[in-house]
């Protein structure tokens, strides 16, 4: 699939690939998939979060559900909000975390929520690693407060605060962790890599790399599905494990001290992530709209994601500390959640000019043909001061009352 670019971006990628070809030069000449995947994310300067190109909306190369619609951001909310009337409760502050804030839409849904239904918010803290998109935010949110007259405090972070308590949202934030490619052979699972093709053709960088073996992966890097002889997959079969996103799922887990770890993001349980139908694994690639297969397509113009193997991220969650609230489609928690009386609440049914486009959107967010099955809903929570009263909010969070999923291993 070529996709039309301009002679400048071809040269921001020839860039890129020539900093990855010295990285594979450096590993004398084999470097982890996870390797290439953080360059071509994460490169300064280069990379897709780091060099400034437009991500979101329709001008960029995906729309993420707090951008279909603001009713996400309010329904999201309506969880939230036993959690930080716990906090005011107790005479502390009221906080909130977001990890990779996108274009600011999510906060900006929660924050004008929250001054509607009354609900005291101290400080809402943004951890954004993309220097561009933490300047979109910084111009959105806070010409929105002004605007709104909201007295919430917004602060941006450069690392996780350390003995969090409060609120943490993460919104398709795991999937664009780097995870390591594995590929299953006669003597057990190898790491894949890539090398420098010699003899390389495309304009568009997709034979610039190639694939190749690596050592074993350690049997206690598996996931416990891959582990045991209970599936069957095929010699060749190639997936993906996520150890910077278990990783990263941990370290917060420990700092969160009080509070509750709430994530949307595309995936599936264990079972069905390592079915043996699935033997390509599941990254993609994804440019102007554009859903393609080839990760090595115009490096550094490319978004590159994995889906999420929750199953293995509930298990590191809960050995670090963590304790399940529930697992549940998109479609399911935002229903839950209430966003459909949210809708008739604000808007008449009867002005189908205000109302059928408001109503589109919220219907993207639950189709099972759109985002409402492929996308889950997640939370966690720590109670490290053994409070009965905060143990019994989490039980009844609006959102995850209903009949949720097993995360079964």
Known sequence: MEILTNTEALAHCRQLSNL????????????????????????????????????????????????????????????????????????????????????????????????????????????????????????????????????????????????????????????????????????????????????????????????????????????????????????????????????????????????IFLTFDYGFPAKEYYHPQRNKGTLIAHHRHHSIDDVFYLPGLCDITAHIEWTSMNQVAQTAGLSLIGYSSQGAYLLNAGIGQLLLDHLDPHDAKNYLPQANGVQKLLSEAEMGELFKAIAWYKNSSHDPAFEEITTNLPGFTGKLRLLEA
């Open 20 to 259: 990855i070809d010295s990285e594979v030069k450096k590993s004398f000449g084999w470097l982890p998939f996870s390797h290439y995947m953080e360059l071509a994310l994460y490169a300064p300067n280069l990379g897709y979060y780091t060099a400034g190109s437009i991500k979101f909306g329709s001008q960029g190369d995906f729309i993420t559900a707090p951008e279909i619609s603001p009713w996400f951001g309010a329904a999201v909310t309506q969880t939230l909000i036993p959690v930080l009337s716990y906090f005011s409760n107790q005479s502390l502050p009221s906080q909130i975390l977001e990890f990779g804030a996108g274009s600011g839409a999510l906060a900006q849904s929660i924050l004008l929520t929250l001054k509607r239904q009354n609900q005291i918010l101290t400080t809402y803290y943004i951890l954004e690693v993309s220097p561009d998109l933490q300047a979109i935010q910084k111009k959105r949110l806070q010409a929105f407060v002004q605007e709104h007259q909201i007295l919430t405090s917004i602060e941006w972070l450069v690392e996780l605060p350390k003995d969090f308590s409060g609120v943490v949202l993460a919104n398709e934030v795991l999937d664009a962790m780097p995870v390591d490619l594995i590929i299953k052979r006669a003597d057990g699972w190898h790491y894949l890599g890539i090398t420098v093709n010699p003899n390389p053709r495309s304009p568009s960088f997709s034979d610039h790399w190639l694939y190749c073996d690596g050592p074993l992966v350690a049997g206690e890097d598996l996931p416990t599905c891959l582990q045991s002889s209970q599936v069957e997959l095929a010699l060749g079969y190639t997936t993906e494990i996520h150890p910077q996103a278990k990783a990263w799922t941990q370290t917060l887990a420990e700092q969160l001290r009080q509070g």
